[in-house]
């Protein structure tokens, strides 16, 4: 379980080839794997770390996890690209946030493409509307959006009510 969070997706609408940025973390790894395993090994660790938070949120919708978060977005998109996804699109994408107090990384295979920032609940509509529209400027597309859902459920018939029951027979 996790919690609903709010977002900005913003398409940087730089084109990239997913195989080409694949061969070339992979080329990376081959030539420095002293320098790469260890940064590999702290992506899957913010990953980690990010999980544990996420699930601690809904039992305890705390304001005091969204810092962390951002620090964690930070962090993993510095690493991103050391490891060379990055681009100077999704560069001047965390910087145009940032200049608005909102924490950016890439999604997806990076290289362009789109970029996700983290809106805290208070975060002002303003601050949102102020930031969609810099980035706008900068040719970007964005939308606000949220993401966290329940999945897929499997229930026994046993734990459904009769209504339920007899609703699902009908079809």
Not at 138 to 159: D, I, K, Q, Y
């Amino acid at each position: 379980r996790v919690p609903t969070l709010r977002i900005l997706l913003t398409n940087t609408k730089v084109p990239r080839s997913t195989k080409v940025l694949v061969a070339g973390v992979k080329e990376k790894i081959l030539k420095f794997p002293a320098i790469m395993n260890p940064v590999l090994d702290s992506i899957d660790a913010i990953s980690q770390e990010c999980q544990s938070v996420l699930e601690a949120m809904p039992a305890n919708p705390s304001p005091e996890y969204y810092p962390v978060l951002e620090e964690l977005f930070d962090i993993n998109q510095h690493h991103l690209n050391v490891m060379g996804v990055g681009h100077p699109s999704l560069d001047r994408l965390c910087r145009v946030t940032a200049s608005h107090g909102l924490h950016s990384k890439l999604t997806g295979a990076g290289g362009g493409g789109c970029g996700i920032t983290l809106l805290r609940p208070d975060t002002s509509p303003l601050a949102v509307e102020a930031a969609k529209q810099d980035l706008c400027a900068c040719g970007f597309e964005c939308w606000e959006t949220s993401m966290g859902a329940p999945g897929v459920t499997l229930h026994s018939s046993s734990s459904l009510n009769t209504h339920v029951l007899h609703a699902l027979s009908e079809g």
